[in-house]
Structures are given as C-alpha cells and as structure tokens.
C-alpha cells in the first residue's frame, strides 16, 4: 500500500477494509476445517504447540492446528493494516478509526478465547462462544467496509438519491431488522446444532447433550423465516409496494443485495438438507460453515443498504430545499 505526504486516498481505504473482510471470513473457514478434520487437539498447548515447542511436528492433525494458528498472525496484520489506514486516511474519520479498532480488540479476543479452547480441551461452550466472536468480528468488518465507501458518516458516496417520495421507510427498515435477528437465531441454533452434533475436533471431546432433531428443526424454521422476510424485500424493491397508492423503490440499491441474499439462503437450505440427511460428511458441514458467513455478510449488507436508500434521499431533498427560490 503506497502513500506519501497526503496519506491513503478513501479507495485505496476501502479496498484495505475488503481484505480485512475476507481475511476474518477466512479464519472461520479455516478454524471449521481444524473441526471438521478431528485437529482441534493436534497442538494441545497454547500459546506454544507442545511444552516449550512453538512449532508443530510433522504430522498431519498438529499441522492443520499449527497452519491454523499461522493464519490468524496473518489475520491480525490484515486487521492492523485497517488500523493504520484508518489513521492515515484523508480526510481522516473517527468513525471508521474507531470501527477499526473494534477489529482489534475483537480478535484479541478470540486470540484469548483460542487459547481458553485449547487448555479446556474443545469445550462445546468455547468453542461456541469462538465462533459467534467471529461472526461478530464479520459484522464489524462488514459495516467498516460500508462506511468506508461513504463520502462522510452520514453520508453515501456515489448512492443513487432517486425520488423516494410517499415510501414508507419505517416499514421496510423493519423488515431487514427483522432479517438480522432471525439470522442471528439461525446463527446461534446452528452452532448449538453443531455443538451436540459429531464433529467436535477430537473424537474424545463433550458434546451437548441437546435432542438433535429439535434443534434442528429451530434451525430449518429459523432460516425459511429468513427467507421469507428476504423475498418480501426483494419483491418489494423489485415490483411491490406496502400501500396501494404508494409505490416503493423499484429497482434501486437495495434489490442486487437482497437478490444476493436470497441466493445465499437457497444455497444454505439445499446444503443443510443435503448434510443431514446424509449423515452430516465433514465436507457438506465446512461448504455450510462457510455458506453461514457468506449469509451473515449479504444479510447485514442488504440491512445496510435499505436504511442508505431513503437517507441518500432525504439527503438531497434538505440540500434542495435550502438552495430553492424563495417568492
């Protein structure tokens, strides 16, 4: 990343930001993979491998921990990197200085919580609480990323201020609210799910004692209520309206990321189904670990994106009003 005198320019930010992102959706995909492999205890000390050993030996469960271990380093330098373009953006922002710094402290702490995994021999409760850390590092990457390609904090930068008059906005910010809270329950139902399930890390671990068909069928309820409040979005932003005499956007911002959205959540329910069904193989689990951060990410995006359309508008109906004629 080159810069001078002047600092970073707010692309060359935002593009740092998307790295930071796909660095921590990384992470996730790779720490499913130490799961899924049995390798959880493959280096059974932290923060060193084995007692006095910071490498791992040559065998294949202590590497795949190890080369885990190696990437998040990777990861906190990609969340550094954040840091310090934040500091040397021009203009500088606070708001993204101190969204950045959120990273920080976020994988601090699941630098902590990987080692409390590690000493407590994979706990079920740990390893939970790892992953829903990350997903809350996710959103935070998410909403640095969007803010970073705003003009200002209040602000869109190149957003699309079309007439918006007469569109009930309370009513379609709810509905993507709504979206991000039943996505949290599909998130978290997921992990418990995966926490009584088969693949704990090690063949020897706990695992919680929960009736696995009950929570899955949380689960499957929680994601087609998630589907339903996205296609309601979509059609709204495509075609529909929420009062006869008033029409809503059509075909604005918001409809690429809810048609993204609805995407997502179809590729996750063939995937679901398709693991339980076949006796939950390790690769179908990591294809849906991976496919649950990509639904998080496209679900705050879209959420992001309702609440910019009609403020991108008000926006340019204040500056409007103040430059218009008087008499």
């Known amino acids: 990343m080159a810069f001078g005198r002047q600092g970073i320019s707010a692309t060359t930010y935002r593009r740092v930001t998307l790295f930071a992102l796909a660095a921590l959706i990384f992470i996730i995909i790779t720490g499913g993979a130490v799961r899924l492999t049995g390798s959880g205890l493959g280096c059974s ?24 271990r190696v990437i998040t380093g990777f990861v906190s330098a990609a969340v550094a990197l954040a840091v310090l373009g934040a500091l040397l953006r021009r203009p500088r922002r606070r708001d993204l200085i101190v969204l950045a710094l959120g990273l920080v402290g976020g994988v601090a702490g699941q630098v902590v919580l990987g080692g409390l995994v590690v000493w407590y021999h994979l706990s079920p409760w740990l390893v939970i609480a790892h992953f829903l850390l990350s997903m809350v590092l996710v959103a935070n990457a998410v909403v640095l990323h969007h803010r970073a390609g ?23 910010e709810n509905l993507a609210n709504l979206l991000v809270l039943l996505t949290v329950l599909a998130v978290v139902s997921g992990t418990l799910l995966t926490g009584a399930g088969p693949h704990g890390g090690d063949p020897d671990v706990e695992r919680l004692q929960f009736h696995i068909p009950s929570l899955a069928r949380l689960h499957g309820t929680a994601m087609a209520l998630c589907a339903g409040v996205a296609l ?89 009003s103040r430059v218009a004629p008087v008499g």
Not at 56 to 64: G, I, K, P, Q, R
Not at 157 to 167: F, N
């Open 45 to 68: 000390d932290w923060p060193t491998c084995e007692d006095n050993q910071l490498v791992a030996d040559l065998e294949y469960h202590a590497m795949v921990e190890f080369v885990n």
């Open 150 to 172: 705003r003009s200002e904090a209040g602000g869109a930068a190149g957003a699309d201020p079309a007439d918006t008059s007469g569109v009930p906005r309370r009513g379609t």
């Open 232 to 320: 309601l979005l979509w059609a709204l932003a495509e075609r529909g309206s929420l009062h006869p005499r008033r029409r809503v956007w059509r075909r604005q911002g918001y409809a690429a990321e809810a048609r993204l959205t609805v995407g997502v959540l179809a590729a996750q329910a063939v995937v679901g189904y398709l693991q339980y069904f076949t006796g939950v193989p390790p690769l179908l689990v990591g294809i849906h670990i991976a496919g649950a951060a990509a639904l998080w990410t496209a679900v705050l995006r879209l959420q992001l994106s309702v609440r910019e359309q009609p403020a991108a508008a008000a926006s340019k109906g204040r500056r409007a």
